[in-house]
């Protein structure tokens, strides 16, 4: 079998995600209760070693991934590029052909692309994309899983999305395309998501509709999501800022919004930025239940990588 990289969510396609779900639905609910410590009843990575390589700071995506693979049965390693060889100028060609001699699987946040494409194209185990400048499939999956318990099935979906085209944007995209539900990009111009990721998704058969008016991307949405105006290591700046102030996610915009709508962010949130308090704190807020989710979302992409999904 050849080795599976999750570099974007195409790399495993509709019916794999959908699996993935199903299987993190199930694993969750098994545990329900237990210590977040205690390994599943089958502890079905035991033995195994995910090596985690961290170029940009992280919060959710470290625990999450180390908690993961703990449940799973195996365990994880923190690997900071200013105190690797990484950082210190060797290949990342290099580095891919020693981790995987050394571990099973590896899993990075860095800012280029290019560098995952790389890692991947050079290393014999599993390559699993924790972000880039480009995508961020993850925690899309920790998204489609939160929608899904939430009660929405995801073909025929309605989800806002609100600021900028950034990389989480580009990954509900090319859900979108996947799962075959609709996304509205509601931001303005000179900021919208990758062309490609675009014009991949509606031709696998999503709806992507771009728009500059907030209240028409949000009208009649199930789902609501926004992230940072500012990603990670961009360049922001006070007319960024005011060209993303008319996305801001506010009570009144939701109100817009299907009646049962969820809100999504994928955190750290700038309360009062992207999005108010009474919003993100409210009701209607399922940010907390898409948090954990990383772990169970990444528990899923972990067995299907090593071949057990």
Not at 180 to 193: D, L, M, N, S, W
Not at 233 to 261: F, I, N, S, T
Request: hydrophobic share 45%; net charge negative; aromatic share 4%.
């Amino acid at each position: 079998m050849s080795v599976r990289h999750l570099i974007g969510l195409a790399d495993a396609g509709g019916d794999v995600i959908a699996a993935m779900i199903a299987d993190a639905l199930d694993r969750k609910a098994a545990r329900r209760s237990w210590p977040k410590g205690r390994p599943d009843a089958d502890a079905p990575l035991a033995g195994h070693v995910l090596a985690m390589i961290f170029e940009k700071n992280s919060t959710r995506t470290r625990v999450s991934f180390d908690m993961a693979m703990r449940q799973l049965g195996g365990s994880a390693l923190i690997m900071e590029s200013g105190s690797t060889q990484l950082g210190r100028g060797e290949t990342v060609a290099d580095t891919a052909r020693v981790l995987s001699r050394m571990v099973d699987a590896i899993m990075i946040r860095t800012d280029d692309h290019a560098k995952i494409e790389e890692l991947a194209h050079y290393a014999e185990v599993p390559v699993i994309n924790g972000l880039t400048d480009l995508s961020h499939p993850c925690q899309i999956l920790a998204d489609l899983l939160t929608v899904i318990e939430r009660g929405f099935a995801l073909p025929g979906l309605q989800v806002a999305w609100l600021g900028d085209g950034n990389n989480v944007a580009n990954s509900l995209i090319e859900a979108a395309g996947l799962m075959k539900f609709t996304v509205r990009i509601g931001g303005p111009a000179g900021h919208e998501p990758s062309a490609g990721f675009i014009a991949a998704a509606r031709e696998a058969g999503g709806t992507v509709i771009l728009t500059p008016d907030a209240r028409e991307a949000v009208r009649g949405a199930q789902v609501v999501v926004t992230d940072t105006w500012v990603s990670m290591g961009q360049a922001g700046g006070e007319a960024h800022l005011q060209a993303m102030q008319p996305y801001q996610v506010d009570a009144e915009l939701m109100k817009l919004a299907a009646p049962d709508a969820v809100f999504l962010h994928c955190l750290p949130a700038h309360r009062g930025e992207e999005v108010t308090e009474d919003v993100i704190d409210g009701p209607q807020s399922a940010i907390w239940d898409e948090a954990e989710n990383r772990i169970h979302a990444q528990k899923s992409v972990l067995r299907w990588a090593m071949g057990q999904l």
